[in-house]
């Protein structure tokens, strides 16, 4: 998972503040991916972004939830007025295409929590 | 609806033992099964992965016996060590369609290897 890089590792925010995560992609990379995983789970898929596009958001809570790839820049998984249910292990993932490899590589994550 | 369930949720062997994690699906339509391996405070890294077209594949000390009639899959490490100590992920996606991305991952399992 080299290369698929996050900030910031920790962030701790209080009800209501807003949350924002960063990650670019590894080099040569397009495909961006975010899960999420809670406590003693297992990670669960939000979205999916190419360049300036969202893919598929079908994961994403309908609420306070936003994702973004700009065509400059990394990828950022914003978090309005977060809850302590927000607090949880945010992974970004990216590939170079769909191709039938498959090989999705992971990030180190961003640990949310919500005091 | 938890679609990749997974067990044990933990696994205490002797070094040299061979711990057996194993995963069952529900969604036939499943054909890319992987297993990842994560370490504390780090993101999920590939271990090895099959498709549903050969019953067993290895890499190293690692196996993946795969049943498609039972919709079951388990991974097997060989000969463990202290440093195969980490949780372990099975997953599971759908290749066609363009939805690879989508992976769905069991709860995982905290293997210890004891020395």
């Known amino acids: 998972n080299a290369g698929v890089m996050q900030n910031p590792r920790h962030l701790v925010r209080r009800r209501g503040q807003e949350a924002r995560l960063r990650c670019s992609p590894m080099?040569?990379?397009?495909?961006v991916y975010w899960y999420r995983q809670l406590p003693e789970e297992g990670l669960k898929f939000m979205v999916y972004?190419?360049?300036?596009?969202?893919?598929?958001e079908s994961g994403m809570p309908k609420e306070r939830f936003s994702a973004e790839f700009p065509k400059e820049g990394p990828s950022i998984l914003r978090i309005q007025q977060v809850v302590r249910g927000d607090s949880a292990a945010y992974f970004c993932?990216?590939?170079?295409?769909?191709?039938?490899?498959?090989?999705?590589?992971f990030g180190e994550g961003s640990w949310l929590t919500v005091v | 609806q938890q679609q990749v369930k997974q067990s044990p949720q933990s696994l205490i062997v002797q070094k040299g033992g061979i711990p057996i994690i194993n995963c069952a699906y529900e969604?036939?339509?499943?054909?890319?099964f992987p297993w990842y391996q994560q370490f504390p405070g780090k993101g999920p890294a590939l271990l090895i992965a099959?498709?549903?077209?050969?019953s067993e594949k290895k890499e190293g000390r690692f196996t993946i016996s795969f049943n498609k009639s039972a919709k079951q899959f388990s991974l097997h490490i060989m000969d463990s060590q202290p440093g195969d100590s980490a949780t372990y992920f099975c997953a599971a996606s759908i290749t066609g369609g363009g939805s690879n991305y989508k992976l769905t991952f069991g709860k995982g399992t905290l293997l210890t290897v004891n020395p």
């Open positions: 993932a990216s590939s170079r295409q769909l191709d039938s490899g498959n090989t999705i590589y």
């Open positions: 099959i498709r549903p077209d050969v």
């Open positions: 969604n036939t339509a499943f054909d890319y």
């Open positions: 080099k040569g990379h397009s495909h």
């Open positions: 972004l190419q360049k300036e596009n969202i893919i598929d």
